[in-house]
């Protein structure tokens, strides 16, 4: 597609229940990132994709969080047992390998009640 | 590790006003630097950049040069617009998966 995709753009969940946010990059990205961005912050690094390499997870808070990206494309972002401060704006962005420009996709705004 | 500083906002300025947001970095090689805006409801897009020492990035007015001396990528405009309104991010990155950025400062611009 033309640039990158997040869906669903907005989601409300109850605390306690499994939300599963999607990214679909650039075509022909190499690399992809998921970032957190809580309210009042800056970008907080999740994961990192590059190819068929093993992902960069340093990022992830907690075990309750995992992502996958399915034939080095579409990527999945998975909270389990949600809960309220798992409530932020979840970022997804592609990158072109030997291209250090990141192009991000408008989010999904994640409420947990 | 690698970081990003970047001064902290609000900024608010009015109309025709001289912007600097500054943004300082540590890092152990020699990485490309970034200046990202989010304008409200949007998701975050490249202003600017700077891949070595002494280059500067220009974009929409804003010129950001990259010091090694000092460590520093501050971004300026000579005079800001209401639509200038958005929060901008400094970011460097030192290769592929290294993609790190400051805390973000919004910046308000008033008629």
């Known amino acids: 597609g033309a640039g990158v995709s997040q869906s669903p753009s907005n989601k409300v969940t109850e605390k306690g229940k499994d939300v599963e946010l999607r990214c679909d990059p650039i075509?022909?990205?190499?690399?992809l990132y998921w970032y957190r961005q809580s309210l009042g912050q800056g970008l907080e690094f999740l994961i990192y994709?590059?190819?068929?390499?093993?992902?960069?997870k340093s990022g992830l808070p907690s075990d309750r969080f995992s992502a996958e990206r399915t034939g080095g494309s579409v990527s999945t972002l998975t909270i389990q047992r949600t809960q309220q401060e798992d409530s932020a704006v979840y970022l997804c962005?592609?990158?072109?390998?030997?291209?250090?420009?990141?192009?991000f996709g408008q989010g999904t705004r994640l409420t947990v009640v | 590790g690698d970081s990003v500083t970047q001064m902290e906002g609000p900024v608010t300025l009015s109309e025709e006003a001289f912007l600097t947001i500054n943004c300082t970095y540590t890092?152990?090689?020699?990485?490309?630097l970034f200046w990202y805006v989010q304008y409200p409801g949007e998701g975050l897009q490249l202003l600017l950049k700077?891949?070595?020492?002494?280059d500067k990035g220009s974009n929409k007015g804003f010129e950001a040069t990259y010091r090694k001396e000092t460590t520093s990528f501050h971004l300026e405009k000579g005079s800001v617009q209401v639509s200038d309104s958005a929060v901008y991010f400094c970011?460097?990155?030192?290769?592929?998966?290294?993609?790190?950025f400051g805390a973000g400062t919004r910046l308000t611009v008033k008629p």
């Open positions: 962005a592609s990158e072109d390998r030997g291209n250090t420009e990141a192009f």
């Open positions: 075509s022909g990205h190499t690399a």
């Open positions: 994709f590059q190819g068929n390499s093993a992902p960069d």
């Open positions: 890092a152990t090689g020699y990485p490309s």
């Open positions: 700077a891949t070595k020492a002494d």
């Open positions: 970011a460097l990155s030192e290769g592929p998966g290294d993609m790190r």
